[in-house]
């Protein structure tokens, strides 16, 4: 078996919900398990998040995929539904609906449901992504009120700037004021919010990337915010080189060695899911030491400075990311964010669950 797997520690999952908690005690916890729970598995990510209030999910599909399993918890849908077989689907299941522009809004009332709903409402507190505009959010409640089988509503937002030095100042203000003539329960934070801004955790919170151990900050490590890492990518060395002076590795032969080198070859490439764009110099960990990678990620494989590890060779384990070095390292070094490795993981990498 080519040994490149991925190993998804749930006692790692159940330690980030709990800091979750501990950051917003006094919230319902929204565990978001969207994109096959951030890449892990959906049914793995619901597996250790067990013990959240409820689980927010993107595609109707995975909510049937969590019941199926024997989930009872209640399940959000983020972007609600895309047309009415849906809405009519989602009531049958239960959901609870994202209601975010008018023809959602039309959608539901233009038919009769027989069993009830209930609606979290978005405000477009300044995204510009989905939801109300502020001038139209009062209107939108007191229509979403009069619809006889909609039997809750919730007010959300979702914040744009949460996770950067610009905060939440004016979407806050824009939310509470828009808000304010109702009394309805509030969601608006994400997990960069959760961390950051008590003042935000209102009724309900929706963690999502800190459940799975990557931080929501470029300036602020995951260990820093005591998170441990869910995954960890992990293979072998399968064959080794010894490089001269003057000598290259890889396409492009973008990495020139200047001195006598060993590089080692990993069974892990960009179509794993691996970031093309980590050039050299990229962390990996071959036997538990901290190295780097030489040259261009390739389809298949990626190559590793061996050098000062003597000990290394055909068969050495192989961290890509997980416990040594940071899946936010990685994203860091390619120009993106953890979040966007993770939900990346290829379908042809197999999946082990530990608990
Ligand atoms: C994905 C998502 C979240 C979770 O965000 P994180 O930054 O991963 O915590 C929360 N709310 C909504 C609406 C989302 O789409």
Same mark, same amino acid.
């Given at each position: 078996m080519r040994p490149l797997t991925a190993t998804i520690?749930?006692? +790692?999952?159940?330690?980030?919900?709990?800091?979750?908690?501990?950051?917003?005690?006094? !919230?319902?916890?929204? !565990?978001?398990?969207?994109?096959?729970?951030?890449g892990?598995?959906?049914?793995? @990510?619901?597996?250790?998040?067990? @013990? !959240?209030?409820?689980?927010?999910?993107?595609?109707?599909?995975?909510?049937?995929?969590?019941?199926?399993?024997?989930?009872?918890?209640?399940?959000?849908?983020?972007?609600?539904?895309?047309?009415?077989?849906?809405?009519?689907? @989602? +009531?049958?299941? #239960?959901?609870?609906?994202?209601?975010?522009?008018?023809?959602?809004?039309?959608?539901?009332?233009?038919?009769?449901?027989?069993?009830?709903?209930?609606?979290?409402?978005?405000?477009?507190?300044?995204?510009?992504?989905? #939801?109300?505009?502020?001038?139209?959010?009062?209107?939108?409640?007191?229509?979403?009120?009069?619809?006889?089988?909609?039997?809750?509503?919730?007010?959300?937002?979702?914040?744009?700037?949460?996770?950067?030095?610009? /905060?939440? %100042?004016?979407?806050?203000?824009?939310?509470?004021?828009?808000?304010?003539?109702?009394?309805?329960?509030?969601?608006?934070?994400?997990?960069?919010?959760?961390?950051?801004?008590?003042?935000?955790? +209102?009724?309900?919170?929706?963690?999502?990337?800190?459940?799975? /151990?990557?931080?929501?900050? %470029?300036?602020?490590? +995951?260990?820093?915010?005591?998170?441990?890492?869910?995954m960890q990518l992990a293979s072998k060395l399968i064959g080794?080189?010894?490089?001269? !002076? #003057?000598?290259?590795? /890889?396409?492009?032969?973008?990495?020139?060695?200047?001195?006598?080198?060993?590089?080692g070859v990993v069974a892990c490439g960009y179509a794993d899911g691996y970031p093309?764009? @980590?050039?050299?110099?990229?962390?990996v960990a071959v036997?538990?030491?901290?190295?780097?990678?030489?040259?261009?990620v390739s389809m298949d494989m990626l190559c590793a400075?061996?050098?000062?590890?003597?000990?290394?060779?055909a068969g050495s384990h192989v961290e890509l990311w997980g416990?040594?070095v940071?899946?936010?390292?990685v994203?860091?070094?390619? /120009?993106?964010?953890?979040?966007?490795l993770?939900?990346a993981l290829a379908p042809r990498v197999p999946i082990f669950?530990?608990?």
């Amino acid at each position: 078996m080519r040994p490149l797997t991925a190993t998804i520690d749930l006692s +790692a999952l159940r330690h980030n919900f709990l800091r979750a908690k501990a950051y917003a005690p006094n !919230a319902k916890h929204i !565990a978001v398990v969207k994109a096959n729970g951030y890449g892990h598995g959906l049914i793995n @990510a619901a597996r250790g998040l067990q @013990a !959240a209030d409820m689980f927010a999910v993107l595609r109707i599909e995975e909510a049937v995929q969590l019941r199926e399993a024997g989930f009872l918890h209640p399940i959000l849908l983020l972007e609600g539904v895309f047309e009415m077989a849906e809405l009519h689907e @989602a +009531a049958q299941l #239960g959901l609870h609906l994202v209601v975010h522009d008018e023809q959602q809004l039309q959608m539901l009332e233009s038919t009769y449901l027989k069993r009830s709903i209930s609606v979290f409402l978005k405000l477009n507190s300044g995204m510009n992504r989905l #939801g109300f505009k502020p001038d139209r959010y009062f209107d939108a409640v007191q229509r979403i009120a009069k619809i006889k089988y909609v039997h809750g509503i919730v007010t959300m937002t979702h914040f744009a700037t949460a996770d950067d030095e610009r /905060g939440i %100042a004016s979407q806050f203000v824009q939310f509470e004021t828009t808000t304010a003539p109702f009394s309805y329960p509030k969601s608006m934070a994400n997990s960069a919010a959760i961390i950051r801004y008590p003042q935000a955790h +209102a009724d309900y919170v929706r963690p999502g990337i800190m459940l799975y /151990g990557s931080s929501p900050f %470029a300036d602020v490590s +995951a260990k820093a915010l005591h998170l441990k890492p869910v995954m960890q990518l992990a293979s072998k060395l399968i064959g080794v080189q010894a490089l001269s !002076a #003057g000598e290259s590795v /890889g396409y492009g032969q973008t990495f020139v060695a200047d001195k006598p080198m060993r590089v080692g070859v990993v069974a892990c490439g960009y179509a794993d899911g691996y970031p093309r764009h @980590a050039g050299t110099g990229t962390p990996v960990a071959v036997d538990g030491v901290i190295t780097r990678t030489l040259g261009r990620v390739s389809m298949d494989m990626l190559c590793a400075d061996i050098t000062d590890i003597p000990e290394a060779e055909a068969g050495s384990h192989v961290e890509l990311w997980g416990e040594y070095v940071s899946v936010d390292a990685v994203a860091a070094s390619a /120009g993106t964010i953890g979040y966007e490795l993770l939900c990346a993981l290829a379908p042809r990498v197999p999946i082990f669950m530990i608990e």
